[in-house]
């Protein structure tokens, strides 16, 4: 079976895993295809969707970071922030990462 999982690290940033699964739903074979970038340390990282898998385009992803912020990130084009709002977000993860 392949499905996808996710991380959150010290490093800032969170990982979508892209994976083969036995049927126990142990990950045997896996590989980062997405990497997000935080300000800060993630504390903790969650998905939600209605299908019950990432490969589905309707999942959130929900972070919670060091700086007490908790973001949602989509894939629906629906959703997604205005443009404004990804260029301050895109600008606190530069500027954190560049302090580091």
């Given at each position: 079976?392949?499905?996808?999982?996710?991380?959150?690290?010290?490093?800032?940033?969170?990982?979508?895993?892209?994976?083969?699964?036995?049927?126990?739903?142990?990950c045997v074979e896996g590989?980062?295809?997405?990497?997000?970038?935080?300000?800060?340390?993630?504390?903790?990282?969650?998905?939600?969707?209605?299908?019950?898998?990432?490969?589905?385009?309707?999942?959130?992803?929900?972070?919670?970071?060091?700086?007490?912020?908790?973001?949602?990130?989509?894939?629906?084009?629906?959703?997604?922030?205005?443009?404004?709002?990804?260029?301050?977000?895109?600008?606190?993860?530069?500027?954190?990462?560049?302090?580091?």
């Amino acid at each position: 079976m392949i499905g996808e999982f996710l991380s959150g690290s010290d490093d800032k940033t969170v990982k979508i895993w892209k994976g083969m699964f036995d049927l126990f739903k142990h990950c045997v074979e896996g590989a980062c295809a997405e990497t997000i970038d935080h300000p800060n340390t993630i504390w903790s990282v969650l998905s939600c969707t209605q299908e019950g898998t990432l490969l589905n385009n309707d999942i959130d992803i929900i972070t919670a970071c060091e700086d007490y912020c908790v973001r949602v990130f989509t894939r629906n084009k629906e959703r997604i922030a205005p443009e404004n709002e990804l260029e301050e977000f895109v600008g606190k993860c530069t500027l954190n990462q560049q302090s580091s």
